[in-house]
């Protein structure tokens, strides 16, 4: 099994930056293909991107490519997400999520969720 914990969430004004990070326990976090969704208020569960377990392919939702970044370190069992340019329609629950095997846009579902971490944009 494997636990999520997000953090580095916080208010930000619009077009200011932030970096969330998630720590995964387990032994084989390389196996995993990593992920962040979010859910706003009102909204649906939405995928925002994800990474292979190498960290040579990434997936970003049309909404926030060129604008956040995943990266990966498997060294130290951790995942971030490299949030710029933010705007106030990102403010949501920010997920980290796992899933068994090669993908990365998690098509087939997720296997671990994190509890969330809160990110509001204020305008």
């Known amino acids: 099994q494997v636990q999520l914990v997000e953090s580095g969430g916080g208010l930000v004004q619009v077009g200011g930056s932030l970096r969330l990070s998630c720590a995964a326990s387990?032994?084989?976090?390389?196996?995993?293909?990593m992920g962040w969704f979010r859910q706003a208020p009102g909204k649906e569960r939405e995928f925002v991107t994800g990474i292979s377990g190498s960290g040579g392919n990434t997936a970003y939702a049309e909404s926030v490519k060129g604008r956040f970044t995943i990266s990966r370190d498997n060294d130290k069992n951790m995942v971030f997400l490299q949030m710029n340019s933010l705007k106030p329609e990102d403010t949501a629950v920010y997920y980290c999520?796992?899933?068994?095997?090669?993908?990365?846009?998690?098509?087939?579902?997720?296997?671990?969720w994190g509890k969330g971490t809160l990110v509001t944009v204020s305008s």
């Open positions: 999520a796992a899933t068994r095997g090669a993908d990365l846009i998690f098509r087939y579902g997720v296997n671990y």
């Open positions: 387990g032994r084989t976090f390389s196996s995993y293909a």
